[in-house]
């Protein structure tokens, strides 16, 4: 009675190895992949971080270059106002020297 009491006993335990090692691999795997999730999400909200930052560059960039066409623009408004007035002052100047 006593040596199927231990045999019982060395089975059971056997048992419960078994299902503990299974078990504590399940676990494992599941730490291993939350761990690689957690990652990856920091990775993402890098990427993100930097792609926001290239975005705010380029922004201020196209800002900055479309001020600068918008000053080119108006300096050669400037500049064909400053040619007509010449032409027309040759021409008034050609006037009076033709009517004298």
Do not use: P
């Amino acid at each position: 009675m006593k040596e199927g009491f231990l045999i019982l006993i060395i089975i059971a335990l056997l048992f419960a190895g078994m299902y503990f090692a299974v078990w504590f691999s399940v676990f494992l795997e599941k730490l291993r992949y939350e761990r690689e999730q957690k990652a990856e999400m920091r990775l993402e909200l890098i990427r993100l971080e930097e792609k926001a930052g290239k975005q705010e560059i380029r922004d201020e960039n196209t800002r900055q270059i479309n001020e600068r066409r918008e000053e080119i623009r108006l300096q050669l408004l400037r500049l064909k106002e400053i040619k007509q007035e010449i032409i027309r002052r040759r021409k008034i100047k050609q006037e009076r020297l033709i009517t004298v």
